[in-house]
Each structure stands twice: as structure tokens, then as C-alpha cells.
């Protein structure tokens, strides 16, 4: 089965810039989405197709994809940014979701 | 406004059935890809379930742990996508959100709409 790696956690200074792998072979090749999950809440889609942000998510997150390494950035982190990442692409017509990154700002 | 509505959760005794729902309004259920997710208890995202829109045959597909088990279905009359969960299993104990695809952002193939989230336990 396709499986995506992540960092368990990454941890960051308030006011720096936080930056999470997400980690195949190859995985340049596909289209890579990113959520941000807050306890209790729903799931929060942040970046979609490797670089692009919704509406309403503040140019201080960002995305880059190529090689074997799609890397969500968090510029000027806050405290608000804390919580889990995860990745997520389409394989053989299914979702496959990384293992997801807590991010702690400190 | 569009969005997502679950309901259908609780406490169910292993071997149970329970049958989650998902309304959706603002948009059609059957026009987009719709898909299952859940998050067991200090675990992460775990995708179970697509099915395809009607244009795309309207396909589906499940992870291997619920195949045979679960099954994922929609009403168009009630613009309604369900879960039919038989079998149940302690590890199945987790929240369940129903997921849209290429809702709002029509150009991408993203889970960019997301239900509030239902809870599910599954305990004697």
C-alpha cells in the first residue's frame, strides 16, 4: 500500500518559520494537500495541489513539492498555529493520508 | 452555506451495526466525491471510505480494515451520503467525519469540506 512519511513533531519559536516533510518516492509526481487539525475540531484544508491556498488561509502558510519531499511552511508562527499537520494524496483512486505532525510553538 | 452535517454516532456493544449520516447542503452529494475519514483516540487521520460522483460512475472504494464491513452509499432525493457500519469492532471507537471533494474549490481533487464530526464507540 502507498504510505507517506511525516515527522512525528516539530516544534517552533514563536515568530519563526516552521517547516513540515511530508516524505515518498517520487512524491513530486502527485498533488499534495495539506490540513491542519485542532483538537475537537474538524479538519482544516490549508494548502491544496502542492502550493495553492483556500480562501480565508493567511499567506503565512505555504507549500512546496518536488522530488521526494512536499514541505509545508508556516511563516511568522503563532500561537493559534499549534496542532496537527497532515499531508494527504490520491493513490490508485484512493486517499492516503501521512501520519500526521504535531507542531508546537514555543 | 455550504456544508456537511453528520449525526448517527454512539455507544454500540461489538458486533453491532450503527448507520452514520451526512447531509449536505448548497451542493449536490452525487456531483462530487465524497469520502469517510475518522480519528481514533490519540491517533491520527484514517481515510475509510470513497464514493465516486455519478459522472465517474460513482465507484467506491474502502481501506482494508472496513472492507466487508462498512458500507458507503448516498440519497440523491435527500442529498444525504451514509455509512452503514456492521460488524463493529472496539478498534472502529473513533470520531467520523464525512469529507466533500472538490467542493469549493471546484479545480482540485482536496477534502475541502468537512463535517462537524460524529463520535462512535464501540464498547461492551
Known amino acids: 500500500s502507498y504510505e507517506v512519511t511525516q515527522p512525528l513533531s516539530v516544534s517552533v519559536a514563536l515568530g519563526q518559520t516552521a517547516r513540515i516533510a511530508c516524505e515518498r518516492n517520487?512524491?513530486?509526481?502527485?498533488?499534495v494537500h495539506w490540513y491542519q487539525k485542532k483538537p475537537g475540531q474538524a479538519p482544516v484544508l490549508v494548502i491544496y495541489r502542492d502550493t495553492n491556498r483556500p480562501s480565508g488561509i493567511p499567506e503565512r502558510f505555504s507549500g512546496s513539492n518536488s522530488g521526494n519531499t512536499a514541505t509545508l511552511t508556516i511563516s511568522r508562527a503563532q500561537a493559534g498555529d499549534e496542532a496537527d499537520f497532515y499531508c494527504q494524496v490520491w493513490d490508485s483512486k484512493i486517499v492516503v493520508f501521512g501520519g500526521g505532525t504535531k507542531l508546537t510553538v514555543l | 452555506e455550504v456544508q456537511l452535517v453528520e449525526s448517527g454516532g454512539g455507544l454500540i456493544q461489538p458486533g453491532g451495526s450503527l448507520r452514520l449520516s451526512c447531509a449536505a447542503s448548497e451542493f449536490t452529494v452525487s456531483s462530487n466525491y465524497m469520502s469517510w475519514v475518522r480519528q481514533a483516540p490519540g491517533k491520527g487521520l484514517e481515510w475509510i471510505s470513497v464514493i465516486y460522483s455519478d459522472g465517474d460512475g460513482g465507484d467506491t472504494y474502502y481501506t482494508d480494515s472496513v472492507k466487508g464491513r462498512f458500507t458507503i452509499s448516498r440519497d440523491i432525493s435527500k442529498n444525504t451520503m451514509y455509512l452503514q457500519m456492521n460488524s463493529l469492532r472496539v478498534e472502529d471507537t473513533a470520531v467520523y467525519y464525512c469529507a466533500g471533494v472538490g467542493v469549493v474549490i471546484s479545480s482540485s481533487d482536496a477534502l475541502d469540506i468537512w463535517g462537524q464530526g460524529t463520535m462512535v464507540t464501540v464498547s461492551s
Open positions: 517520487n512524491i513530486g509526481n502527485k498533488n
